[in-house]
């Protein structure tokens, strides 16, 4: 199948979530059961062979590949929500999105230091999220942590807030 047709099947919502955002919605592609196995076997080429022992999806669309890929390399699934979702104590961090600013929790609990960890999202815009995420990773001290996202708007360099030490794969770029 390949990256171009998967490609071709993300809708551009204009305008969502405010004016100006032009959406790149891969629920069009989530309810292909030929694009969801292709993104599964890709992924799964990427990551079989790191080593990775957890995989953290971040609320609310990196639960969906999430727990597919950790399945398919032997890895536990840890989510990662907004505030109050998670039963247990949590560390927390806010973050500047690019319209606005928000709040993401991690169970004190979820990792350790001898965990690979693969920190998992749907996209990569101005990458606020996803350091966020990574910088309470980084509290547990793992001994690897891997970025990934499906998609990437490269033009808004969200990769270049991370340390150049840090692996980060997108499958789909804009």
Known sequence: MGVEIIKSKIRDVVDFP?????????????KDADCLREL???LTAIYA????????????????????????IGAGFVPMRKPG??????WQESYTKEYGVDVIEIHKDALCENDVVLLHDDLLATGGTMLAAYNLVKRFNPKKVYVNF???LEFLKGRDLFPNDVEIESLIKY
Not at 18 to 30: C, E, M, N, P, S
Not at 85 to 90: G, R
């Open 18 to 30: 405010q004016k100006g955002i032009v959406f790149r919605d891969l629920t069009t592609v989530f």
């Open 40 to 42: 599964s076997d890709m």
């Open 49 to 72: 062979e790191k080593g990775i022992t957890k995989v953290v999806g971040i609320e609310s669309r990196g639960f969906i590949m999430g727990p597919i890929l950790a399945t398919r």
């Open 85 to 90: 979702k998670l039963p247990a104590e949590t």
């Open 150 to 152: 499906l998609v990437e």
